[in-house]
């Protein structure tokens, strides 16, 4: 399995930003998929989850409304689109693959190295 992230970098406060993972490795469209994220001296946080299908997204309340998961199956790629970013939206940036189909928080087994997010005007 290798997920690698793309697509971090500098934006200004409101500012938007789309971040990519690429799958391969195992078959991307049998199973959900996640974002999380985490800050210098915080742990680890859920951002983002889609179901397999595409079909079922769940979001941490901090990002609602302002970030929007989806992913490609043919394209075996997964997107997190940022909008109307904060400076406390600066992080490193993980997807990860789930253990199911089902879009949830937990359980999740691989993970990406990450790509850098930070919000600076």
Do not use: H
């Amino acid at each position: 399995v290798q997920l690698v992230e793309s697509g971090g970098g500098l934006a200004q406060p409101g500012g938007s930003l789309r971040l990519s993972c690429a799958a391969s490795g195992f078959t991307f469209s049998s199973y959900a998929m996640g974002w999380f994220r985490q800050a210098p001296g915080k742990e680890r946080e859920f951002v983002a989850t889609i179901s397999a299908s595409g079909g079922t997204t769940y979001y941490a309340d901090s990002v609602k409304g302002r970030f929007t998961i989806s992913r490609d199956n043919a394209k075996n790629t997964l997107y997190l689109q940022m909008n109307s970013l904060k400076p406390e939206d600066t992080a490193l940036y993980y997807c990860a693959t789930n253990r199911g189909r089902l879009a949830t928080m937990i359980n999740y087994d691989y993970w990406g190295q990450g790509t850098q997010v930070t919000i600076s005007s």
